[in-house]
Antibody, heavy 121, light 112 residues
Framework: EVQVLESGGGLVQPGGSLRLSCAAS????????MIWVRQAPGKRLEWVSA????????YYADSVKGRFTISRDNSRNTLYLQMNSLRAEDTALFYC??????????????WGQGTTVSVSS | QSVLTQPPSVSGAPGQRVTISCTGS?????????VQWFQQVPGTVPKLLIY???NRPSGVPDRVSGSKSGASASLAISGLQAEDEADYYC????????????FGGGTKLTVL
């Protein structure tokens, strides 16, 4: 069964950092793009960042560019999101999502359960 | 503002058919990129309903269908059931400099 499982969320003060992880199983991890999507309470889905299957190409939403870094370790079947300079508006449920192919252009399919990030003093 | 535009809400009675539109532009849907549709029941994880514009994953009933024309796509649900009440999001790819994975703003489907 294809599964992705996020971890690393928590409460952090404004300006702080967190590192999210996503452990993948049930598919050939290196063959698929991976995406982070967030959803603030009661709000719509918002794309955050994406990475190609090889890790050679990375993409960021304007709202996180320069603060967040996406990476992957294909030997460990794990996706990461390093989040620095966190702001209150980053508070959300962060989902790890499997892409439909090695390129992000073909869309998303399997979603994890999400990990909650709360930024507050 | 979302790159893909959806109506905020639609509604229908049990057994009826509803459609949800998703309007993009020449840098996303109009450029030929695939459209996906996700269903999110409140408090749950989004679920893939349609991929590649009109394909259903296994387990999604055939009363759910998707289509695409030009820079727009549509999701249709026929034979409405109470469990269809949820938020629905379209998703595509955008080739402009500032957006890659794009979502619609979401549509709340209410079953009357």
């Amino acid at each position: 069964e294809v599964q992705v499982l996020e971890s690393g969320g928590g409460l952090v003060q404004p300006g702080g950092s967190l590192r999210l992880s996503c452990a993948a199983s049930g598919f050939t991890f290196s063959s698929y793009a991976m995406i982070w999507v967030r959803q603030a309470p009661g709000k719509r889905l918002e794309w955050v960042s994406a990475i190609s299957g090889t890790g050679a190409s990375t993409y960021y939403a304007d709202s996180v560019k320069g603060r967040f870094t996406i990476s992957r370790d294909n030997s460990r079947n794990t996706l990461y999101l390093q989040m620095n300079s966190l702001r209150a508006e980053d508070t959300a449920l962060f989902y790890c999502v499997k892409g439909r192919s090695s390129s992000v252009r073909y869309g998303l399919d399997v979603w994890g359960q999400g990990t909650t990030v709360s930024v507050s003093s | 503002q979302s790159v893909l535009t959806q109506p905020p809400s639609v509604s229908g009675a049990p057994g009826q058919r509803v459609t949800i539109s998703c309007t993009g532009s020449s840098s996303n849907i109009g450029a030929g990129y695939d459209v996906q549709w996700f269903q999110q029941v409140p408090g749950t994880v989004p679920k893939l309903l349609i991929y590649g514009n009109s394909n259903r994953p296994s387990g999604v009933p055939d009363r759910v269908s998707g289509s695409k024309s030009g820079a727009s796509a549509s999701l249709a649900i026929s034979g409405l059931q109470a469990e269809d009440e949820a938020d629905y999001y379209c998703q595509s790819y955008d080739s402009s400099l500032s957006a890659y994975v794009v979502f619609g703003g979401g549509t709340k489907l209410t079953v009357l």
